[in-house]
């Protein structure tokens, strides 16, 4: 694709996200579509940083654990603390990502199925956590969590508090949206600087990469870090939106989820786990008619559809581009 | 000419098996120097413990003076020395000319967040090592495959490739394991004047060889090794003519040593 084909998209992206979307629903009257599409976007944040732990060659099913652990972080700062929630949104990122750096000191010299169980008893543990630590009020979870509040620089108020809004569907959606947009142009930068060379460097041969000199330990450590941060701002931004956390608001099948939306958008493209999560959480929403057959009808899909496009659903467009 | 590498007393045990044992050799600037031996004499193992892939059990390795041995190997390829694989290793999902810029790491001046951000710096590296790579491509003869995916190249241009990866990060010392295997005659003979041309450029080489009559020819100094051992140290004329070595060999297998 040409840059300047790319750039055009890029716009078209922004127009429909950013004013097709709520004229639509303007115009239908489906508001309900916002909580959806505010979904959709956070968890496709909290799916790139999956995505990053792939590109580097680990397979993780831990992230649901730093979803939660960011909620936390940010529900607590904001209930106990009285801190901003838009301090928080940063804090907890940035919290989640230590916390990273602690975990993956140890476990990041795993790799392959070894590197996979362990993240997968991540969730578990952090769910247990939170049911056994004080201050996270164990199974009755932090519920009332006030809608986030106004930011005023220099007298002029930037966001408005939330909670004066008729309408704070359309303010999360717009949150939202803002952050995912942020978090996959930050990716593609990555991706497309010498950061990205030398994470998939790691991806292929990690004993080679050390021989040219890459410090593979501090880069994977980074990667996590990165990956567990968007994990943390997703989970805070999910809080806010649900004003409450519970240990249960994060388990392992989300986990297993934001690996699937890797996965079924193409782990070759930056914008896989958008798309994947796009494509995923409808597709489950609409086998909803089938009842009880949901599950076993949405696994035969994706299993299928992994096994057809192994690279993923973008793999499809540049399959028809090789082709002519 | 001056000492650059001290190899003292180096030992590796991997449980009850000794593949190096008590091996002391120098290594002078700018020299050939190979290391030579029957089939799991512990040539590999010496190398990845030169390098710091492996820590000695005892011993140590000196480079300009200064111990390396349990340096992180990154560290030690920081430091200038520099090991290829035995096994072919490469990138193989890259275009052969990604693998020699991504090899260019150890130059860069700009740190990570200038690359993501494109600084100046950032900018001055790209180019610096986009044309250093076409340079080191065109030299090893890499020219008309530089966009190639590298998993696609034939054997001995793999070969190549990963002297390349090797040369790219500006080494001081380069130690090549078995870089002529698998290559036949005529490849052998361009292989060997890329070698040279290698140390021309002021890079001291360390190689190891199954390749008799190459070894020979392209070497200022030989080391033998059989069962972890250092038993001759010498010019390519001293070791043909040492009782020890063609002992060695003859026991090991039917190679003729030298010509
Ligand atoms: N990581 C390891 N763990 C256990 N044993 C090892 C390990 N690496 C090497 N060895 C053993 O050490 C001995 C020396 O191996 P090494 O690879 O150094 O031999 P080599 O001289 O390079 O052989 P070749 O000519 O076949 O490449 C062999 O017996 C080998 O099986
Ligand atoms: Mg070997």
């Known amino acids: ?324 | 000419m001056a000492d650059i590498l001290e190899v003292s007393a180096l030992t590796k045990r991997f449980g009850g098996l000794v593949a190096n044992n008590d091996i002391s050799f120098n290594v002078r600037e700018n020299e050939i120097l190979s290391v030579i031996g029957p089939n799991g004499a512990g040539k590999s193992t010496l190398f990845k413990l030169i390098a710091s892939f492996l820590s000695p059990t005892s011993g140590e390795v000196r480079f300009r003076g200064k111990r390396i041995s349990g340096l992180a190997p990154h560290t030690v390829a920081r430091m200038g020395i520099v090991r290829t694989f035995q096994e072919t290793t490469i990138f193989k999902t890259m275009t052969v000319r990604d693998n020699v810029i991504i090899a260019h790491h150890l130059r860069s001046r700009a740190n990570l967040l200038g690359f993501f951000f494109a600084t100046k710096t950032a900018q001055e590296d790209e180019k610096e090592f986009a044309r250093s790579a076409d340079e080191i491509i065109d030299f090893l003869g890499l020219g008309h495959q530089r966009n190639e995916i590298a998993s696609n190249l034939p054997h001995g241009h793999l070969r190549a490739l990963g002297i390349a990866i090797g040369l790219a990060t500006n080494p001081t010392v380069l130690l090549l394991d078995e870089p002529f295997a698998g290559m036949n005659h005529d490849e052998t003979r361009r292989a060997l004047d890329i070698v040279r041309g290698v140390r021309d450029r002021g890079v001291t080489v360390l190689l190891v060889e199954h390749d008799m009559p190459a070894v020979m020819k392209i070497s200022d100094r030989i080391v033998v090794i059989n069962f972890g051992q250092k038993i001759a140290e010498g010019t390519p004329k001293e070791i043909q003519e040492n009782p020890q070595v063609i002992e060695a060999y003859l026991g090991a297998e039917d190679a003729s040593i030298g010509m």
């Open chain 1, 1 to 324: 694709m040409s840059k300047a084909l790319k750039a055009v998209l890029a716009v078209a992206f922004l127009a429909v996200v950013f004013v097709g979307v709520p004229m639509l629903i303007a115009a239908t009257g489906r508001s309900d579509l916002y909580y959806t599409l505010t979904s959709v976007a956070l968890l496709s944040i909290i799916s790139a940083g999956v995505w990053i732990t792939f590109y580097i060659g680990r397979i993780n099913i831990g992230q649901g654990a730093f979803a939660l652990l960011g909620g936390y972080v940010s529900a607590i700062l904001v209930m106990t603390y009285g801190v901003s929630f838009w301090l928080t949104l940063p804090l907890a990122g940035i919290f989640c990502a230590l916390v990273s750096v602690l975990i993956g000191l140890p476990i990041l010299r795993l790799r392959g199925v070894y590197f996979a169980m362990v993240t997968l008893t991540l969730t578990e543990v952090a769910r247990l956590l939170a049911l056994a630590v004080p201050i996270t009020n164990g199974a009755r979870g932090i519920v009332s969590i006030p809608l986030p509040g106004s930011v005023t620089i220099f007298g002029v108020t930037v966001i408005p508090d939330f909670a004066t809004l008729s309408n704070p569907r359309l303010a999360f959606y717009f949150t939202a949206v803002t952050l995912m947009v942020i978090c996959f142009a930050g990716l593609y930068r990555l991706v497309h600087s010498r950061i990205g060379h030398i994470c998939q460097s790691l991806q292929q041969n990690e004993e080679l990469a050390s021989s040219i000199g890459v410090d593979i330990a501090y880069m994977r450590i980074l990667a996590y870090a990165l990956s567990s941060f968007l994990g943390g701002i997703g989970g805070a931004m999910f809080a806010a939106i649900s004003q409450s956390i519970y240990p249960s608001s994060f388990t392992i099948a989300d986990s297993v989820n934001f690996m699937l939306n890797c996965f079924l958008g193409g782990l070759g493209y930056v914008l896989g786990p958008m798309l994947g999560t796009f494509v995923l959480y409808f597709g489950w929403d609409l086998l909803f008619q089938t009842g009880s057959f949901q599950l076993l009808i949405f696994s035969s899909i994706l299993i299928a559809l992994m096994l057809v496009l192994p690279n993923g659903l973008l793999s499809i467009r540049l399959r028809s581009q090789s082709q002519g």
